[in-house]
């Protein structure tokens, strides 16, 4: 549904994006995540037919946003990081402001707007002016501006900037169903753990560069990110710190109130292995469980020693 190949930017003799690919198939959630300045709303900007680029193509739907900017326009949602709202009006004379520019007629528009509304919690404001709504009502409001031609692909720039911990599950709520309505979602964020929830695949960019793009699953095993392992025995906790220390594929072991934690580097089979050795042993395991490493983790590991502390 999305095709990126070879795209540059430059701005000036500034070189935002370097050769970047991506592709994206239909229906799938991407989540775009680089620190500050990598080149995110750079990338979507020219997804969204808004930004020229230097040199590369980009497609979506089969079409190349500088060669066929209507269709693509037609086709895309995009909500900008940084938004405008029509403060004069009332929600619902917001979104029929939106519908109407999308030549949608008005008695198809006064069936839609309820629904949109109802899809970001916002009946209950259909009268409100824009101007009274919270940060978070007006980052619903602007998806729902983004959904009214009802497009196939929906480009977010963080789409969850700035909003508290309650607006922002509010939001990740909004967004899982319309994965469930089968939209392809390129969703950019800095809230890297509450990404990972709903995302299929993650592109990392760096300094205009894709460091690394696939399934969470995929990037973490190719990475090698250590896994950390969380035994529980009935007694003996120090013993058993001890006998890990000398396994083999175990690099390091803490051990406190909770457990022994072993950073382990072998995969699945060795860590069958390894649970069969403390039993065999004769501890009584109360528990012996794999910590998740979350999309964070991932990100850090890819951009160590970049600019990722920038992160929020
Ligand atoms: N109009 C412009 N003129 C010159 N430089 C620009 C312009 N727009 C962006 N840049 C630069 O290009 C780089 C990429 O910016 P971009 O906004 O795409 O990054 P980003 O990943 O979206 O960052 P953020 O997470 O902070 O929004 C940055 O170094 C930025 O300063």
């Known amino acids: 549904m999305i095709e990126i190949r070879n795209l540059t930017k430059n701005y000036g003799s500034f070189e935002a994006l370097k050769s970047v690919n991506i592709s994206i198939s239909k229906g799938t959630v991407f989540g775009f995540v680089g620190p500050n300045g990598a080149g995110k709303s750079t990338t979507m900007s020219i997804l969204a037919t808004l930004l020229l680029p230097t040199s590369g193509t980009a497609t979506v739907g089969g079409f190349e946003v500088t060669e066929q900017p209507h269709e693509v326009r037609k086709r895309i949602g995009y909500m900008p990081d940084f938004f405008g709202v029509y403060d004069q009006f009332k929600t619902t004379e917001y979104l029929h402001f939106y519908g109407a520019s999308y030549g949608i007629p008005r008695p198809e528009r006064e069936k839609l707007i309820p629904q949109l509304l109802e899809l970001v919690n916002l ?21 729902a501006r983004c ?8 480009i977010l720039d963080e789409p969850a900037s700035g909003l508290d911990p309650r607006a922002r599950i509010e939001m990740r709520e909004i967004l899982k169903e319309l994965k469930l309505m089968g939209k392809t979602i390129i969703i950019s964020s800095h809230i890297l753990p509450e990404l990972a929830e709903m ?4 592109g990392v960019i760096e300094h205009g560069e894709m460091v690394a793009q696939g399934k969470v ?12 392992l969380h035994i529980r025995v009935m007694e003996r906790g120090d013993e058993l710190a001890e006998m890990m220390r000398d396994e083999l594929h175990v690099t390091q072991v803490l051990s406190d109130s909770t457990g022994v934690h ?4 072998g995969g699945d089979v060795e860590q069958v292995q390894l649970l069969n050795k403390i ?8 528990s012996f ?6 999309l964070e ?3 850090l590991e890819i951009t160590k020693g970049g600019a990722a502390d920038e992160l929020a």
Request: charged content about 25%; hydrophobic content about 35%.
């Open 279 to 286: 039993i065999g042993t004769g501890y009584g395991v109360v």
């Open 297 to 299: 983790d991932v990100f």
């Open 289 to 294: 469980h794999e910590a998740q490493t979350n």
């Open 147 to 154: 959904l009214v031609h009802d497009p196939d692909v929906l």
């Open 262 to 265: 072993v950073h382990f580097s």
């Open 123 to 143: 009946s209950d404001k259909q009268d409100t002016y824009v101007d009274s709504l919270s940060r978070g009502m007006k980052q619903r409001l602007c998806l």
């Open 217 to 228: 699953a995929d990037i973490q095993n190719r990475l090698r990110v250590k896994r950390v």
């Open 199 to 202: 995302v299929d695949e993650i």
